[in-house]
């Protein structure tokens, strides 16, 4: 039961996030979608007084919250900008920039990632390390390093927290899909879990 409140509050989450974003036009393009997204997606056009329509075409609207919502979600987004045939040709570009145009994360968090899982510190293992990033994408983000016997390398750091975030998002992804599948005949055919 208490999973069963943990998961429902997510999801309330996402669609407030998405309503918030102004991105629940997805869900159109879903035949057979559950009430509760129908009543999300309705809300969504509603706005309260003096609320500002977000910035930005619907695809950029999308990254956006899908960002904000963590890195499963921009996997999704990720996976999403490669099905035009999905979403659209501009809505696949603009879902395109989840790709590796992401914000790193500071350097501090990423020198202390690496002394904790190495269990040295970063001045220690390396010659010279390069506080700003090279890369930053939805995992992990890069670092140019020289060794301390003279090699060049560049050092991945996961993003703090990423485990314990797709952990909880799969889980109420999956409790989702079991959900639609006991409550919804047609989703079966869909195999969602």
């Known amino acids: 039961m208490i999973d069963s409140l943990r998961h429902a509050f997510r999801l309330a989450h996402i669609a407030r996030t998405l309503a918030r974003h102004d991105a629940l036009f997805p869900l159109a393009l879903v035949d057979h979608m559950p009430l509760a997204f129908r009543?999300?997606?309705?809300?969504?056009?509603?706005?309260?007084?003096?609320?500002?329509?977000s910035e930005g075409r619907p695809?950029?609207?999308?990254?956006?919250?899908?960002?904000?919502?963590?890195?499963?979600?921009?996997?999704?987004?990720?996976?999403?900008?490669?099905?035009?045939?999905?979403?659209?040709?501009?809505?696949?570009?603009?879902l395109s920039e989840l790709?590796?145009?992401?914000?790193?994360?500071?350097?501090?968090?990423?020198?202390?990632?690496?002394t904790r899982e190495l269990g040295t510190p970063v001045e220690t293992l390396?010659?010279?390390?390069?506080d700003a990033p090279v890369a930053a994408a939805s995992m992990a983000q890069v670092h140019y390093a020289i060794t301390s016997d003279g090699r060049a390398?560049?050092?991945?750091?996961?993003?703090?927290?990423l485990e314990e975030?797709?952990?909880?998002?799969?889980?109420?992804?999956?409790?989702?899909?079991?959900?639609?599948?006991?409550?919804?005949a047609e989703s079966r055919r869909l195999r969602l879990v």
């Open 39 to 53: 009543f999300a997606q309705a809300a969504a056009g509603w706005r309260l007084p003096g609320k500002k329509k």
């Open 99 to 114: 790709q590796d145009r992401l914000a790193p994360f500071d350097s501090a968090t990423a020198r202390a990632i690496i």
């Open 126 to 130: 390396f010659e010279s390390f390069e």
């Open 153 to 161: 390398v560049a050092v991945k750091v996961l993003r703090p927290g």
């Open 59 to 94: 695809g950029q609207r999308l990254a956006r919250a899908l960002q904000s919502l963590g890195p499963a979600f921009i996997k999704l987004g990720q996976g999403l900008s490669t099905r035009a045939d999905l979403v659209g040709e501009e809505v696949a570009g603009d």
């Open 165 to 184: 975030a797709f952990q909880r998002d799969l889980a109420t992804f999956e409790w989702a899909a079991r959900l639609a599948e006991r409550a919804l």
